[in-house]
C-alpha cells in the first residue's frame, strides 16, 4: 500500500494570502487528521475529519479549516495568512484503532 | 485538558550510550501512550505504544514503561547507534480521541 502522501512538499506564501494543502490517506482509511509543527510550539492538533465530518477540533482560530473528500482525501485551508503560520504541516490516517500513519508534512514558509 | 511534557533537549551522546529521554503527562481517565520518532528530513513514524498501566511498548531496542502511579512514560535505550539521530515525540491519546504531543527532544549520537 502506498503510504500517506501530502503536497506540496514545500511552498512559499506571503502575509495575507491564503493556501491550501493536501493530504491523500492510506487507501482504506477513513480517518484523516492534520498538525502544526513548529520549532517553539512542537506538535499541536489541528483537525480530524472521518467519513467527510470532522470529529475533533484543536485551539486554533478560523482562519484554519479543512475539509474530506467522499474518497478520503482531505484538504486544509488557511486564509490571511501571518508570519506566525510558517511551519510543517503534517497530516495522519488511521482506519480503527489508534496506530496513525504520518505523512512527510508541507513545509510553509510565510514571508 | 490533556498534556505531555517531556525533556527538553538537544541531548548529545557517543555511541553505546544509554538514551533516557523523560516523559510524564496529564489527563483524565486512562489515555493510550506513545512515542513517535522524526529522523531527518522524514514523517513521525509511530517507535512503540501503551495503551494500560504496567504496559511495557518496546521496538528497536526501545522501551518505555506506562507507569500510571508517577504518570509519566519514559523512553529508554540501552545503547545508541548514529541512526538513532532524531528528534522523539511522546504522545497520549486520552478520552477526547485527541492526539497530544510533548516539544519534541533531539538527539545526536555521535560515533
Known amino acids: 500500500k502506498a503510504g500517506v502522501t501530502q503536497t506540496p512538499r514545500y511552498l512559499i506564501k506571503t502575509r495575507g494570502q491564503q493556501v491550501t494543502l493536501s493530504c491523500s490517506p492510506i487507501?482504506?482509511?477513513?480517518?484523516v487528521s492534520w498538525y502544526q509543527q513548529t520549532p517553539g510550539q512542537g506538535l499541536q492538533f489541528l483537525f480530524e475529519?472521518?467519513?467527510?465530518?470532522?470529529?475533533n477540533k484543536g485551539n486554533f482560530p478560523g482562519r484554519f479549516s479543512g475539509r474530506q473528500f467522499s474518497n478520503s482525501r482531505s484538504e486544509m485551508n488557511v486564509s490571511t495568512l501571518e508570519l506566525g503560520d510558517s511551519a510543517l504541516y503534517l497530516c495522519?490516517?488511521?482506519?480503527?484503532?489508534?496506530?496513525?500513519?504520518f505523512g512527510s508534512g508541507t513545509q510553509l514558509s510565510v514571508l | 485538558g490533556n498534556s505531555v511534557t517531556q525533556m527538553e533537549g538537544p541531548v548529545t551522546l557517543s555511541e553505546e550510550a544509554f538514551l533516557t529521554i523523560n516523559c510524564t503527562y496529564t489527563a483524565t481517565g486512562y489515555p493510550s501512550l506513545f512515542w513517535y520518532v522524526q529522523y531527518p528530513g522524514e514523517g513521525l513514524q509511530l517507535l512503540l505504544k501503551a495503551t494500560k498501566a504496567d504496559d511495557k511498548g518496546s521496538n528497536k531496542g526501545f522501551e518505555a514503561t506506562y507507569r500510571k502511579e508517577t504518570t509519566s512514560f519514559h523512553l529508554e535505550k540501552g545503547s545508541v547507534q548514529v541512526s538513532d539521530s532524531a528528534v522523539y515525540f511522546c504522545a497520549l491519546i486520552g478520552n477526547d480521541y485527541k492526539l497530544s504531543f510533548g516539544a519534541g527532544t533531539t538527539v545526536t549520537v555521535r560515533a
Open positions: 495522519a490516517s488511521r482506519e480503527v484503532g489508534e496506530k496513525l500513519f
Open positions: 487507501s482504506g482509511h477513513r480517518s
Open positions: 475529519y472521518f467519513s467527510e465530518t470532522q470529529r
